[in-house]
């Protein structure tokens, strides 16, 4: 139930560290939940991960994330997403950081995938 929910949407979405952090957070503590263990038994997450033989949902979301990729790169030129991820805004931008767009993450998420 909670897979589903929290994969919604991931193609698109730009993770932060802060974001990667707590998605894993929460599912080790449903995890520990399902096994009945707290976090004073001291039960590494790599052994309750590895008893209940999952990967991390942040690597199922670098999985969508290329399955998106790969699937916008086959599209006609004339959809929508495809336009989205070529266009390029025009005039002055703000004077602080700019906010990391999709296609600045994408980049990133070749060289560094989580």
Same mark, same amino acid.
């Given at each position: 139930?909670?897979?589903?929910?929290?994969?919604?949407?991931?193609?698109?979405?730009?993770?932060?560290?802060?974001?990667?952090?707590?998605?894993?957070?929460?599912?080790? /503590?449903? $995890?520990?939940? =399902?096994? *009945?263990? %707290?976090?004073?038994?001291?039960? &590494?997450?790599?052994?309750?991960?590895?008893?209940?033989?999952?990967?991390?949902?942040?690597?199922?979301?670098?999985?969508?994330?290329?399955?998106?990729?790969?699937?916008?790169?086959?599209?006609?030129?004339?959809?929508?997403?495809?336009? /989205?991820? $070529?266009?390029? =805004?025009? *005039?002055? %931008?703000?004077?602080?950081?700019? &906010?990391?767009?999709?296609?600045?993450?994408?980049?990133?998420?070749?060289?560094?995938?989580?």
């Amino acid at each position: 139930m909670t897979v589903p929910t929290r994969l919604y949407g991931s193609e698109v979405l730009v993770p932060k560290s802060k974001d990667i952090r707590m998605i894993k957070t929460g599912e080790m /503590s449903f $995890l520990r939940c =399902l096994i *009945g263990a %707290r976090r004073m038994d001291k039960i &590494r997450n790599e052994d309750i991960c590895q008893d209940f033989g999952i990967y991390s949902i942040n690597n199922k979301i670098h999985h969508y994330r290329s399955n998106w990729e790969q699937y916008l790169e086959r599209m006609h030129n004339n959809r929508i997403p495809k336009q /989205s991820l $070529l266009y390029a =805004l025009a *005039g002055k %931008r703000d004077r602080r950081r700019p &906010r990391k767009c999709w296609n600045e993450a994408r980049i990133g998420h070749c060289l560094n995938p989580w």
